[in-house]
């Protein structure tokens, strides 16, 4: 049975097709479309899945959308004629999108994929996020919490997963939603919604919560865990462009300037950003009141979904969670869930955002509206495209490139490492790219944690990302505990998928400095050998090498690009940037 799901239209757009129950093909459009968090509809994403099982539109047994466009349409017209007429642009801009094409994703889905109307099927969104996670869990039995902007009307939705069925107990709605709340101050803090919020998570550990109370003014928490927000500070709920008014300005003061550059004290001042200037120092200090600001809403998120999270616990009595919705992919959040609440295992499914939707859908149909048993496990995020060998030949060949051809895996790894002991910056393209926002080892770049001076210079070769961009390390899982604050880390899934940060062990900071935090904690990867061999393969020879069986990783992309997918947008991206190696497969192309 093949079931392709989809989602599209508001945040990341993404096709993925299960096959008797297995995930066979996951991608998010933007990989193809090469516009980052493209939310159009996912043709060539949905193109890719097909083309991977080697399937025609009509060999497809239901396609699943994962929301309800009627309802949602429902939730921005209620909403948006309370606070009419403040509210008429938002109004204008939903008719005239919705009527046009949102709502008749039916007609879109018939025409493009070419099957009948009634194999078309919708879910529900936060029903999608649910199923996205429980599904794809190891467990039979879990607590289920998705957290997101907004869905249809739901912004916090919670239940209990059993075998093949989930039962959602209660939610939270419009325009109260915890999502929201930190893309307030995304924007605030001069990034763009639905894309800076990794950044103010970046930028939290430089600053300090001395803002919280002023925070907590915007937030009222309710016994059964809940909460609400004084809407009297926002504007999302009746402005398409304005996220905040200017009562909440008076709270908070001037927004930060989005192109004004970000560095404080402690985040130093990267090369590429030129001669300090004259007020340097009051600079910083002005920087620092917005760290602070970052560390602040840091603190009332993880704050708010601890209570949330406690809430469950009492309700449901079950000691493992599935969480999902874009409120997941905040992995310092889900550290303090795994160490400050009772539940003692946590599952995230990497692509927790929106397009994870995709995979929700799909699966809910297959598990509790056909009632299939369930034998998935998603262990790994490479469900993505790949290139072959002939593929990658073929493309330096006609562009002329010299390259090396390195059959033998073990005399490849030992050159990568030896580059990198060398401190140099490796582009490493293999296998399939992954699913969801973090790059896992096939679409990375890669350098010596050891060194400090490494975030710095791989900061300036990839082309000026921010200095408080953080780097992640990719750790054996073996040995994971050695060097993090994670017991059995084999165990925690969100670790497999970089959604966990957790504290470096002391010891073990001067150690690996790159990719740990100024805090002192990371976003750690913990790397299984049956799951992803050539990059465990790598790290094992760098520890070999050096005693350290970390390797610094970061996405394979150049700052507002997508992540790569073919062996071309590889290639752009190391040339156009300061890499000093590319390893496609068994090719190795260097700069001279
Ligand atoms: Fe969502």
Known sequence: MNILGISCFFHDAAAALVQDGIVTAAAEEERFSRIK?????????????????????????????????????????KSTLQTYPWSFRVFREAMVKWLAEKLWIKGLIR??????AEKILFSSHHLSHAASTFYCSPWSEAAILAVDGV?????????????????LLGELRFPH???????????????????GEYKVMGMAPYGTPKYADEVWKL??????????????????????????????ERLFGTPRNPKSHFFTESSGYPAYFGDKPANYHELCRRNQYYADIAASIQLVTEDILLTMVRAIHRKTDLRRLCLAGGVALNSAANGRILRETPFEELYVQPAAGDGGGAIGAALYVYHAVLGHQRKYVMKHAYLGEDHSEADIKAFLDK?????ECIEDDDRLIERVVEALLQGKVIGWSKGRFEWGPRALGNRSILADPRRASMKDIVNTKIKFREPYRPFAPSVLVERAAEYYELKDPEHHYPARFMLLVVPVKESKRQVVPAPTHVDGTARLQTVFRDTNPGYYRLIETFDKATGVPVVLNTSFNLKGEPI?????????????????????????????
């Open 37 to 77: 968090h493209d939310t159009s509809f996912q043709m060539l994403a949905m193109e890719f899945c097909l083309r991977t099982a080697k399937l025609r539109g009509e060999d497809l047994d239901w396609v699943v959308f994962y929301e309800k466009p009627f309802v949602k349409f429902d939730r921005i017209l």
């Open 111 to 116: 025409k493009h994929v070419g099957i009948s």
């Open 151 to 167: 869905g249809e009307w739901a912004t916090a939705t919670y239940g209990i997963g059993r075998d093949r069925d989930i039962e």
């Open 177 to 195: 939603s915890l999502g929201l709340l930190y893309s307030v101050f995304t924007a605030f803090l001069g990034f763009e919604v639905n894309e």
């Open 219 to 248: 937030v009222q928490l309710h016994d059964d865990g809940g909460f609400s927000l004084d809407m009297t500070y926002f504007s999302y709920h009746h402005s398409p462009d304005k996220a905040f008014n200017a009562k909440f």
């Open 399 to 403: 562009n002329g490139v010299r390259y």
């Open 564 to 592: 790569v997918n073919t062996p071309a947008e590889a290639f752009s991206t190391f040339y156009r940037s300061g890499m000093d190696m590319l390893v496609l497969d068994h090719f190795i192309v260097e700069k001279s």
